[in-house]
């Protein structure tokens, strides 16, 4: 056993969730590795403080329920959201976790679940000719199989069938199957982007909700989450390799295989994808993808069942909620901004807590960041820790301070949002938190592509420019070694 596959393992541990066998595969790792006793040790005093009576967090039953769930939650998102960039990890805590879906669902929206990011490619007059066809096409609809293997949570399969168009939005009709107890959930979920708002429905729940998103939001999903001719155009310049000749699902087809890193934004460890073309029509027949998402977890998906230039109705875009469905607590919730503005934000809350910004934008970094800043809430003693701890008493009932601690720390999901969006546009993005403090005023934090010759930069004190090629190369070179 490695440090990695221990500290997925830590918190069933303490919790005594683990089998004998895999219970003694951690404890002889923690009895030969300082880092992960270390880490044990630092999870062991986050669960006291949750449970006990101390002064960060026990002054009353109603902060101790609070700061539990809103932790438990944001663990559960932040690690979705990573996921979802990776387009298969969010459907899987989508379907594991009851409370989470709706919430859950809005980031598989913006953040490309089902399949249009499956599409990779270079300048080719083969990738052309089918951007070209699809540029033609005002609705059309697919399905999708993705698998997820993950040794804490067991493996589960999720099912959707996905229709969109260009008049009236996006539906998706999934059903899962919980990895634990068998459960089957279904789940249909509407992006209606002229009202800015995701509705999702939980059938087997008989519970709804609406998601408001803002238009950075709103317009990066549309660039980057299933218009094909979007992703056919920003996913253009990635290295591909040509498969030639095959049939595949009955079709000639010619195929197209990648490993760019690029296609991803840097988020998941490795990643192949492979992309198969009708060669009579030029349009998709299948995508298959296998993903690492991090160490242990492992992701494969496949699109298939294409069908293009279907007939839609606006009818079909319409929630019909039944009379005896009741609100989620994420009824009315408004999703982060996957914007400049909403990145920032994310920093300035990791730094009002750990007094730093992550060392990058992977979801190990993100994973640390969350488990530091919620020590931090729990035990710490910082001005910020304090009025957090004060709003939540103040906040009028449980479900108040469970929204109000939700919505803000859903706001670390722009940092791995947000790159991935500009990756996905082909603006380069590149981090330098490793090196960058909130005092180093005149060096880049974060910067990426405006046009031709010209970055945008947000410094080390969060202040943002646009600056030249020619400065930027100065501002770099300045960066500590």
């Known amino acids: 056993m490695n440090c990695a596959e221990c500290q997925e393992q830590l918190v069933p541990y303490i919790e ?9 595969q951690v404890a002889r790792h923690l009895q030969e590795c300082p880092s992960c006793q270390a880490e044990l040790e630092g999870l062991q005093t986050l669960q006291a403080r949750l ?46 976790n009851p409370t989470t879906r709706v919430a859950a669902a809005a980031a598989v929206i913006v953040a490309c679940v089902a399949g249009m990011m499956l599409w990779q490619g270079t300048e080719s007059i083969a990738l052309a000719d089918v951007l070209a066809k699809v540029e033609q096409i005002q609705a059309y609809m697919f399905k999708s199989t993705t698998t997820m293997e993950d040794p804490t949570m067991g493996t589960s399969t999720t099912e959707s069938t996905v229709l969109l168009s260009n008049d009236y939005g996006m539906r998706v009709d999934q059903s899962s199957v919980d990895a634990e107890t068998g459960e089957e959930s279904q789940v249909e979920m509407y992006v209606l982007p002229q009202e800015k708002a995701i509705v999702m429905l939980h059938l087997s ?15 990066n999903s549309k660039i980057e989450n299933r218009d094909p001719r979007a992703m056919l155009k920003h996913l253009l310049a990635c290295e591909y390799r040509d498969l030639g000749r095959s049939v595949v699902d009955g079709y000639q087809v010619q195929g197209f295989e990648t490993t760019d890193p690029k296609f991803l934004g840097g988020i998941a460890r490795n990643h192949r994808m492979t992309l198969w073309v009708d060669v009579d029509t030029w349009l998709p027949v299948r995508s298959e993808t296998e993903t690492e998402v991090s160490e242990g977890i492992r992701a494969t998906g496949a699109e298939y069942d294409f069908q293009w230039g279907v007939a839609v109705h606006a009818s079909q ?15 009315n919730f408004r999703q982060p901004s996957y914007s400049e503005q909403g990145f920032i934000e994310a920093l300035q809350l990791a730094v009002e807590f750990t007094g730093h910004y992550p060392d990058g934008l992977s979801h190990d970094s993100l994973r640390s960041l969350t488990m530091e800043i919620t020590q931090a809430i729990t035990t710490g003693d910082s001005p910020a820790a304090q009025q957090w701890r004060e709003q939540i008493k103040a906040a009028g009932s449980k479900e108040a301070a469970i929204r109000m601690g ?11 949002m947000f790159n991935l969006l500009l990756a996905g546009q082909q603006k380069d993005p590149v981090y330098h938190g490793d090196v960058v403090t909130p005092a180093d005023v005149e060096l880049p934090l974060m910067r990426w592509k405006a046009a031709d010759g010209q970055y945008r930069v947000i410094f080390g004190d969060l202040h943002a420019e646009t600056v030249s090629a020619d400065l930027l190369a100065e501002l770099e070179a300045a960066l500590p070694q």
């Open 16 to 24: 005594q969730l683990l089998d004998e066998a895999q219970a003694e």
């Open 51 to 96: 449970v006990s009576n101390g002064k960060a967090v026990a002054q009353s039953d109603l902060e101790e329920d609070v700061m539990n769930r809103i932790i438990r939650e944001q663990s559960v998102r932040l690690k979705s959201a990573t996921q979802a960039s990776a387009s298969l990890r969010l459907r899987r805590l989508i379907m594991n």
């Open 205 to 219: 729940e008989k519970q709804y909700a609406r998601v408001t998103l803002d238009d950075a939001t709103l317009e």
């Open 317 to 331: 875009f319409e929630p019909d909620i039944p009379d005896d469905f009741t609100p989620h607590q994420m009824n």
């Open 406 to 416: 939700q919505e803000r720390m859903m706001k670390l999901t722009s940092l791995t």
